[in-house]
């Protein structure tokens, strides 16, 4: 009876994990599908305590413990990080949940290997089985790959290390690498050793760092999308050889999202996945392009402000440079006013802005931005052409019209808001450096682009107050 309640607890779990997933699809249900997967979290981790004792699982003092501690180092961090800082938490968070399931593997298959010992078995797969050796040790690679890769992720995004970090024929190591980590893991397979474990989870590391060390900055959304599925994918595997349901929905779940997501995301830039992973795309080797010609032409941010306070519409670009500045409340007090004057404003939102999936979305959510007023690219694309002041704010690539006419560029082919179609153009930039992906904007040259340089929310605030001198 125990065991049937524990298992419709997981059932309703894996609901709630679904409907929280699907409330997360939209900005308008976003909170409470958050809500619905962390009950539905909770859920199966009060119940897995009352599940039968299955793999020596028991230890409920240590579980306990690190549940508290686990519990309580999120809560505070969650509470204190900042939005600037939000893709590197992600990261983190994710790779420590590849790292949960790489490790759970490898406890498994030490213990498989006591096992041989004493009862005298040759090889691991004789003594946890066929399916449970193979999926322990795909989960614990897959697991260990996303826990490094997210690592250097972190390190990258935090600035602890160079985005234009490359290991010599980086292409070759990252092959003979993965050979290495795959024999190893056949090593461990076919025999009962305690050092091909260690072998093949040290390559599998290793695979994941060199994995991620020639990811440029531009492409972090997708690789951290990626690392994600193969978590999801890393804790399903660990569902079925701890023979619970839960793990594996959540996993499954997670891991298919993942992947539907990194293609989404993969397809916004027009590039395949492959192409993501090992063109080197933002690490300084990207290369190509050849280059924007005239100057760039400045303004004042109060004449920016006049500018937008007589136009009729405005759409507003947001990017990571508005993140940093955290400038998005200046900017919702400036379109408020160009509101209360008549203006139709609209936020326009690429695919892959920012640093992270949906960051830009956050950052507008933050600042109480109304849902009706964010489009995504597909939405607002044609209507540029119509549009009398379009306001790019620390955004680079995805407004980059040398993804439509310059084949030699690196981001050639890649969809971009079309703001360089608008009758006048302002880019609020701190410098006139070329932005993290290091691809040169041609938009800051064209003949409609005025350039207002500055911080962000300085920019905003000077906006703000011209607006209401009128």
């Known amino acids: 009876m125990l065991n049937f309640i524990v298992l419709l607890a997981y059932f309703v779990a894996a609901v709630l994990f679904i409907a929280g997933l699907k409330g997360m699809s939209s900005p308008v249900t976003a909170r409470k599908g958050i809500i619905w997967a962390g009950v539905g979290m909770v859920a199966a981790t009060v119940f897995t305590f009352f599940a039968p004792d299955i793999h020596g699982f028991g230890n409920y003092l240590l579980i306990s413990i690190a549940l508290a501690i686990g519990g309580y180092l999120a809560w505070v961090t969650a509470k204190k990080v900042a939005m600037t800082d939000m893709p590197q ?16 593997a490898a406890v498994y298959l030490l213990a498989a290997q006591r096992n041989l010992v004493e009862t005298g078995q040759g090889a691991v797969y004789q003594g946890m089985g066929v399916d449970v050796a193979f999926l322990a040790l795909l989960g614990g690679m897959i697991g260990s790959v996303a ?27 990252n092959i003979i690498v993965f050979a290495a980590m795959v024999l190893a893991a056949i090593w461990v397979f076919f025999s009962g050793g305690v050092l091909p474990i260690f072998v093949f989870f040290a390559l599998a590391l290793l695979f994941g760092v060199f994995m ?13 999308s990626l690392f994600n599925a193969l978590t999801g994918l890393a804790v399903g ?10 793990l594996i929905i959540a996993g499954t779940v997670v891991g298919a999202a993942g992947m539907l997501l990194t293609h989404l995301m993969a397809k916004a830039m027009n590039r395949p996945i492959t192409n993501v992973l090992f063109s080197g795309f933002g690490t300084g080797d990207a290369g190509g392009g050849e280059g924007p010609e005239g100057e760039m032409r400045d303004v004042g941010a109060e004449d920016a402000g006049y500018m937008m306070a007589y136009a009729e519409r405005v759409i507003i670009v947001p990017g990571y440079g508005m993140a940093v500045a955290q400038a998005q409340h200046k900017i919702w007090e400036l379109v408020q006013l160009l509101q209360d004057r008549g203006v139709e404003v609209k936020f326009a939102i690429h695919p892959v802005a920012g640093r992270m999936p949906g960051h830009m979305n956050v950052l507008l959510a933050e600042a109480g931005v109304p849902y009706d007023l964010i489009f995504d690219m597909d939405e607002v694309n044609e209507e540029f052409k119509m549009t009398d002041v379009a306001v790019v704010i620390g955004a680079n690539d995805v407004v980059n ?18 703001v360089d179609e608008a009758e006048n153009v302002l880019v609020i930039k701190r410098g006139r450096g070329a ?35 009128l």
């Open 89 to 104: 938490m992600v990261a983190l968070y994710n790779g420590m949940g590849g790292g949960s399931a790489g490790a759970i």
């Open 147 to 173: 826990f490094s890769g997210s690592m250097i992720a972190w390190a990258k995004l935090d600035g602890r290390m160079s985005r234009n970090s490359l290991v010599p024929a980086q292409q070759i190591v």
């Open 212 to 224: 991620a060390v020639p990811i440029g900055g531009a492409d972090m959304p997708v690789v951290i």
């Open 237 to 246: 595997f660990k569902g079925y050889v701890l023979a619970n349901p839960a």
């Open 401 to 418: 019209p040398a993804a439509k006419t310059d084949e030699s560029s690196p981001i050639y082919g890649m969809p971009i808001l079309n």
């Open 435 to 469: 932005g993290f992906s290091g691809v040169e904007n041609s938009l800051f040259f064209a003949e409609n682009t005025r350039m207002v340089f500055g911080d962000g929310a300085q920019v905003a605030n000077k906006m703000v107050a011209a607006v209401k001198e």
